[in-house]
């Protein structure tokens, strides 16, 4: 007598897979798939977005550290004064940025990292390096930070050259000159876009660092009105 047929039943923890690492790290896994997707039920819509900012991040450590170099480091004989304030300068990841957490999503905080190594990586001559990102994306807003500290011959010259470089892959338009802020140098914001979100970007630079700070999800002038609490929060001299 033939025995009653029953369907193999999994066993416990094995039917689905589970997710490893950043985007692109995992086997058969494209670059800014959603890490957390995998096979599970399916992720709150707006999870997605991750992906999205990781490829915006892709974009930005590329144009910004391997195309191009983020600096011109030399040495500056006009003003020794802002020479030895220069050499004084780091950039740093605070715990919070106006009022937002440190994001603890573990793509982001892989990108993070992967930001500050291409920096020291690239620029070898640079006395600090940072790249964070604070917020939560799943509100609509989330804040990147990246930046470097080091002697910089021309200060506005890198930083229309950092402009420039990210005009293709970020669609930064409108970038005007605005209020650097009591830390002085030079610094712009502007609107920009990238994988369909909108991007609020301003960049600055002095004679000790060169920075750049993205609100996703915001528009040029809404970054703008944050520019000047969240340099002064990322940049420090002592």
Not at 108 to 120: D, F, G, P, W
Not at 121 to 129: F, I, L, R
Not at 177 to 186: H, W, Y
Request: charged residues 20%; negative net charge.
């Amino acid at each position: 007598m033939s025995q009653p047929h029953h369907p193999p039943q999994p066993e416990y923890g094995s039917a689905t897979p589970q997710p490893s690492g950043m985007p692109g790290h995992g086997a058969g896994q494209p670059y800014g798939a959603d890490p957390m997707a995998g096979g599970f039920a399916p992720p709150p819509k707006k999870k997605s977005g991750v992906g999205k900012i990781l490829l915006i991040v892709l974009a930005v450590v590329l144009v910004l550290c391997v195309g191009g170099g983020i600096a011109i480091w030399a040495t500056v004989k006009d003003d020794v004064g802002e020479v030895v304030e220069a050499t004084k300068t780091r950039v740093v990841a605070p715990e919070t940025l106006n009022g937002r957490p440190k994001v603890t999503e573990p793509g982001l905080v892989a990108a993070s990292e992967q930001m500050a190594a291409e920096i020291k990586k690239d620029v070898p001559e640079a006395t600090s390096q940072v790249g964070g990102f604070y917020g939560d994306v799943n509100k609509n807003d989330l804040v990147m930070i990246v930046g470097v500290s080091g002697v910089m011959a021309d200060p506005e010259k890198e930083m229309n050259d950092a402009i420039s470089a990210i005009s293709g892959q970020l669609g930064a338009t409108n970038m005007a000159a605005v209020e650097p802020g009591p830390l002085g140098g030079d610094a712009k914001c502007g609107d920009g876009s990238s994988e369909g979100v909108k991007l609020g970007i301003c960049v600055w630079a002095d004679r000790g660092s060169l920075g750049m700070v993205v609100m996703y999800f915001k528009t040029g002038k809404e970054a703008e009105a944050e520019f000047g609490t969240i340099r002064a929060a990322i940049e420090q001299r002592n």
